[in-house]
């Protein structure tokens, strides 16, 4: 495979300005791996700080309300910051002080990639910038809050369609203009190379725990593996340590108010083949090539494009990709508030939607694994709102 | 092969001992028939070549000016199939050598080879993708020169000698030297480090070196025209053009005031 691509997909098309911090990038990443003091610091942090290894537990309730497939959640709602996206922002944070750059910039939607960039900058002590929508500054005025409190300067971006996609814009704007000193912090497996294969390998260790947490919870592997698909991340993350075992994996996609309403980010149901902030890959466009508008309940699902690595995995047909709606997810989120005491996140309720539908086709004695990416506490009053409640 | 019609204008630049100006604006901004009269302003204020700006949603390497602008020529319904159109248009009042500014995706949706075809059909001379470096750009490469188009790539002030390399064999027409670390319509710093790095590139190549970027005034223009072959004004242009969409007189006053500058 050529350098950089998945297949067909991934790439470096970046300005010109970048291209050697790409470059400075990737080599510091490549020696950080086989350097055996950064990975015992990692590793260190991610036990003593994010709280790992976060538990697989078994959703007793969820199984028999469900009454097929028994199913496991893995716990990175546990996860310091309340979602998996700490572990590559730890991971980036202390790879740019070891590239020497004094700043991180990072975008985010809902807010959880820049808390957890915000966490980790001020954890390893750097100046940290987070871009972000207008109007997604609006929506998720806590998670603005959470993260001036960590000591990060929040910036809005008014332009374009005020959301993730032009916080994405300006946070690559503002690395071009700062390079020499800033590193940007991309929150999932997508944009240039190195970013899809090095998110990836730090959100591997969801999978690799996982998997030997199921091997001695059941004494086997599992027969399905369950995430939501936004940029990727989670799971990539949870999905890539089982690639060469015979194991099944759905990545659901958000359907919003379903594929025919237009109003939706399904990607690979309804995208096509484009080039876009950084990297080949399945893309929401217009037949002139231009970015379409998307929608989810779910902001952390709300994205124009999915990570290269995902976009191989469909057409070699390894991993079986499929759509939750806004209805769906929602209903998920409730059943397992109420099964199991366990409020997820908008985005994980989508691999729920999904694991409600399946598990009661499958035999009792099948095992299914679903990521729980992240806590729901963060869409609570949106949900509310969504039910007419005032809180 | 014969040489282009942007070698041509560089060489014919060279033996009157002239720099080029080249001017940028969005096409379908104010609108398309606006963009055509804008042309041909641009030629008879003295542009040696220019660059319309193809509309697309998110223009990661501009700056607000030009991504505003963009925003007001996509809600005008210009697409890249209208702005070569409109340069097919343009062929039957105009041969000055005019270059598509875009962004991949849309030549990437289009289809790379029927894109060439369309654009070279059409009377396109070159093409700059700020966003397609010469690593990615093979297929694009081989389609352009079968089709007799420039391909313009970009250096920056953060290129190494090794990226410099690169840029300077895959282009053609000229090389695009961005002055700053930055997005278009940023502020411009004219150092001696400006000097320094077109010299480095000049020593690995004969090819034409124009500077954009950051080009506002008449003064800076004149001072970047002392070091390079050609200046790029873009952003600013874009900006007065839009705060007099209808009247162009005050905007051909600054453009006669850049090609007396640019010398």
């Known amino acids: 495979m050529k350098r950089g691509y998945f297949g067909l997909y991934g790439g470096q098309f970046v300005p010109e300005t970048l291209m050697p911090a790409l470059k400075e990038l990737e080599a510091a990443y490549l020696s950080s791996k086989k350097d055996k003091a950064f990975q015992k610091e990692l590793s260190e942090l991610q036990k003593t700080y994010i709280g790992r290894p976060t538990p697989l537990y078994f959703a007793k309730r969820f199984t028999e309300h469900l009454g097929g497939a028994k199913i496991y959640l893995k716990r990175e709602d546990l996860a310091h910051t309340g979602a998996h996206k700490i572990n590559n922002a730890l991971g980036q944070a202390l790879l740019a002080k070891r590239m020497g750059k004094s700043r991180v910039i990072a975008e985010t939607g809902a807010g959880q990639h820049g808390v957890a960039t915000a966490t980790g900058a001020a954890l390893v002590g750097l100046d940290c910038e987070i871009y972000m929508g207008t109007e997604d500054m609006k929506r998720q005025a806590l998670n603005v809050f959470r993260m001036r409190l960590l000591g990060a300067k929040v ?75 936004g940029g990727g991340s989670n799971s990539i993350g949870l999905f890539h340590e089982f690639l060469k075992d015979d194991v099944n994996m759905v990545g659901v996609e958000a359907g919003g108010h379903g594929i025919s309403s237009g109003e939706h980010a399904a990607r690979f149901a309804g995208g096509s083949i484009g080039v876009f902030q950084g990297c080949k890959s399945y893309l929401l466009q217009d037949e002139d090539g231009n970015v379409l508008g998307t929608h989810s309940v779910s902001a952390g699902l709300d994205y124009a494009s999915v990570g290269p690595e995902h976009a191989y995995l469909k057409d070699s047909g390894r991993i079986r990709y499929t759509y939750a709606t806004d209805e769906e997810a929602l209903s998920a989120f409730e059943l397992l508030s109420r099964t199991e005491g366990i409020i997820p996140a908008l985005e994980s309720a989508h691999a729920l939607a999904e694991a409600v539908k399946l598990a009661p086709k499958m035999p009792k004695d099948s095992i299914i694994i679903i990521n729980l990416s992240g806590r729901g506490d963060k869409d609570v009053e949106h949900v509310a709102r969504i039910k007419g409640v005032h809180i | 092969m014969a040489s282009s019609r942007i070698t041509k204008t560089f060489k014919a630049l060279k033996k009157q001992g002239r720099k080029a100006f080249i001017p940028y604006i969005m096409a379908g901004d104010p609108s398309i028939e606006k963009t055509k009269e804008l042309v041909l ?181 004149r001072a970047v025209s002392g070091i390079a072959d050609g200046v790029i004004v873009g952003s600013e242009i874009v900006k007065r053009i839009n705060s007099e969409p209808q009247d162009f007189s005050k905007l051909k006053e600054y453009l006669l005031s850049l090609r007396d500058a640019i010398r």
């Open chain 1, 155 to 229: 910036i809005e971006v008014p332009i374009g369609s005020r959301t993730l996609k032009d916080a994405i814009n300006e946070a690559l704007r503002d690395w071009t203009t700062n390079v020499r000193n800033t590193h940007y912090v991309m929150g999932t497996v997508f944009g240039p190379h190195p970013f899809p294969s090095m998110v990836r390998d730090f959100q591997s260790v969801i999978g690799k725990e996982a998997k030997k947490q199921i091997l001695s919870a059941e004494g086997r592997l599992p027969d399905l593996l369950i995430a939501c698909v």
């Open chain 2, 41 to 221: 302003l641009l030629e008879d204020c003295g542009a040696d070549i220019i660059e319309l700006g193809v509309p697309f949603t998110d223009p990661l390497a501009d700056g607000p000016q030009i991504q505003r602008a963009a925003e007001r020529a996509l809600a005008n319904g210009v697409r890249l199939r209208h702005v070569i159109a409109l340069v097919k248009d343009l062929r039957k009042s105009t041969s000055v050598p005019l270059i598509l500014m875009t962004y991949y995706n849309p030549v990437f949706k289009y289809g790379e080879e029927a894109f060439m075809k369309d654009a070279s059909e059409a009377g396109v001379d070159g093409i700059i993708v700020p966003d397609l470096p010469p690593d990615e750009a093979g297929v694009l490469r081989r389609l352009s020169k079968k089709h007799g188009i420039d391909t313009i790539f970009l250096l920056a002030p953060t290129s190494t000698p090794e990226r410099i390399e690169t840029v300077v064999k895959a282009s053609r027409g000229f090389i695009y030297y961005v002055s700053i670390t930055g997005i278009t319509g940023a502020r411009l710093h004219l150092g001696s480090s400006l000097k320094e790095s077109i010299s480095r590139i000049r020593s690995l190549t004969d090819k034409p070196v124009a500077v954009g970027f950051g080009v506002k005034m008449p003064e800076e223009a």
